[in-house]
T-cell receptor, first 111, second 118 residues
């Protein structure tokens, strides 16, 4: 399993951009980089994923380093509803490997 | 999009009783489902990987006779906590992947089941 490293916690002011980093230096060539977030007392929800190119969707943007050993989730304008624990996890597009999560980053939004 | 329905969302039971948690994929077939447990302020801990029609693969330290997993169909996996004790109180979460879709193995999670054992 690819190991991920994320800061335990981050804070951001409301309506400002947030950059959440993730290191996944042992990622394999076929692994996509996925990001999920978990609001309090809920199951995690999908945020975004990518392979090599940067990706954008309505929730966030994902910037992937050229060597794919790290990535950054970007929330362009954080709101209070974005307060959650954010997890990055490499997931292969093949097979059924076990999917283990790291500690994630607890994002606090300051009003 | 893909939806995973998990029930019950919360359950309180007496020590020694068994509790079953259901996880259904509503609009896709899930050949593989994952079961996690989560303690307060901690990350998700993978308990087992459930494969349709075969025995689940349990993680080290997870008792298979204590946490019975059945994945009898492509849309339903169940986790039964047998002879529950207070230390089994936790937040249990299932997830599944829609391998047939174009979502590149995007995980869809259930809403979670909070188990409290008295």
């Amino acid at each position: 399993d690819a190991k991920t490293t994320q800061p335990n916690s981050m804070e951001s002011n409301e309506e400002e951009p947030v950059h959440l980093p993730c290191n996944h230096s042992t990622i394999s060539g076929t692994d996509y980089i996925h990001w999920y977030r978990q609001l309090p007392s809920q199951g995690p929800e999908y945020v975004i994923h990518g392979l090599t190119s940067n990706v954008n969707n309505r929730m966030a943007s994902l910037a992937i380093a050229e060597d794919r050993k790290s990535s950054t989730l970007i929330l362009h304008r954080a709101t209070l509803r974005d307060a959650a624990v954010y997890y990055c996890i490499p997931i292969s597009n093949f097979g059924n490997e076990k999917l283990t999560f790291g500690t994630g980053t607890r994002l606090t939004i300051i009003p | 999009g893909a939806v995973v329905s998990q029930h019950p969302s919360w359950v309180i039971c007496k020590s020694g009783t068994s509790v079953k948690i259901e996880c259904r994929s509503l609009d896709f077939q899930a050949t593989t489902m994952f079961w996690y447990r989560q303690f307060p302020k901690q990350s998700l801990m993978l308990m087992a990987t459930s494969n349709e029609g075969s025995k689940a693969t349990y993680e080290q330290g997870v008792e298979k006779d204590k946490f019975l997993i059945n994945h009898a169909s492509l849309t339903l996996s169940t986790l039964t906590v047998t002879s529950a004790h207070p230390e089994d109180s936790s937040f249990y979460i299932c997830s599944a992947r829609d391998l047939g879709g174009s979502g590149a193995n995007v995980l869809t999670f259930g809403a979670g089941s909070r188990l409290t054992v008295l």
